[in-house]
């Protein structure tokens, strides 16, 4: 069954966050190598950059990452609706619209979270770019339509103003929506802050799910262990997480296990040894998996710098992760750097 039919992957059950500097291609792939089911997202995308430049560097990704949504940034319902089109040329299996961002670059291009205080142009653009997917005669698969936003912006206190807004856009045609389970401020924090500051309230995302059955609801914010994600699918269909997936990627292992496999944990020292036994061992492993596609990235002219930076975190937690970061971080910026900086660090782990 591909990746398109049914419910395989059980789409949206686990995603990776649209990260601005992080979501790259050649992390996501090594992300797609811990976790086989997880839905990729990439890093937001402007519509400007999109249909002004150069749109084969933006949207090229490897047939290995699907199912993969494209993240766009822009509040002009017919440039949405181009960027659709687009998304959908290339294969992708989702397009998502930004209305959780509070950077100040992103507001002077009105777009992301200050689009919140516009519903009814939010509807509009979900319209615009639903109507280009579903386009009538056009060819090869269609590209869900999603939105990510916040609960919402600046003084709106009231969960009616979530309600309707949800309401709005899903009758303008989004079934699927990712919220951050927060505030944004969008003036007086930064966009870090506004990641930490504003109080989480999860139970505002629960009631949506209540609210609109119907709805593909998944939830993001603060989600830092298994135990994390599985009190939040008790209450909603899927959980984004963010910088935890750099921070320690293996944690994408460990959520693919709670979240698809059957298996029963183990419990106790037993399991806690057998946890960090089978992490440095998967951990090893995903590495190894993960080189030719790093001799394959140079020879297409990918500096190493950029093709190591993914795996940097793989060993977080384990003896020798800090001389693994260290090794990789001093020798991929030599001139003529190679595979074999990844290998060095390997072998300098001496695990057994």
Not at 296 to 313: D, I, Y
């Amino acid at each position: 069954m591909s990746h398109r039919e049914g419910s395989f992957f059980q789409r949206h059950k686990l995603c990776l966050a649209p990260m601005l500097d992080w979501t790259d291609r050649h992390f996501r792939y090594f992300i797609r190598l811990l976790s086989p089911h997880c839905l990729l997202y990439t890093e937001m995308i402007t519509t400007g950059a999109l249909l002004r430049g150069d749109a084969q560097r933006f949207l090229a990704f490897s047939p290995e990452e699907h199912p993969i949504a494209l993240q766009v940034g822009g509040s002009d319902p017919e440039a949405l609706a181009q960027c659709a089109r687009l998304a959908k040329e290339f294969g992708y299996d989702e397009i998502n619209l930004n209305v959780g961002c509070p950077s100040d670059r992103v507001q002077k291009g009105r777009f992301g979270a200050c689009l919140m205080k516009e519903p009814a142009l939010v509807a509009e653009c979900v319209a615009a770019m639903k109507s280009a997917v579903e386009a009538v005669g056009a060819s090869g698969a269609r590209p869900l339509v999603s939105v990510k936003c916040r609960i919402g912006v600046d003084e709106q206190e009231e969960y009616s103003y979530l309600e309707n807004f949800v309401d709005l856009i899903q009758r303008a045609g989004c079934h699927q929506i990712i919220v951050h389970a927060r505030k944004a401020w969008l003036s007086g924090l930064s966009p870090k802050e506004n990641r930490e500051i504003p109080p989480l309230n999860y139970p505002w995302v629960y009631q949506l799910k209540r609210d609109f059955p119907e709805l593909t609801i998944v939830i993001n914010g603060a989600i830092k262990t298994v135990s994390d994600a599985l009190m939040h699918l008790e209450h909603v269909d899927g959980v984004m997480v963010g910088r935890p997936a750099y921070e320690n990627p293996y944690f994408f292992r460990e959520l693919e296990e709670a979240l698809f496999s059957v298996t029963s944990p183990l419990a106790g020292e037993v399991a806690r040894l057998a946890r960090e036994r089978d992490q440095r061992q998967g951990a090893i492993t995903v590495v190894q998996r993960y080189l030719p596609y790093v001799e394959e990235q140079l020879s297409a002219g990918v500096r190493l710098s950029t093709l190591v930076r993914p795996m940097l975190g793989i060993f977080n937690g384990l003896p020798g992760s800090r001389l693994w970061r260290r090794h990789l971080s001093t020798h991929c910026h030599v001139p003529g750097a190679d595979i074999q900086v990844v290998t060095k660090a390997l072998s300098s782990l001496n695990y057994s």
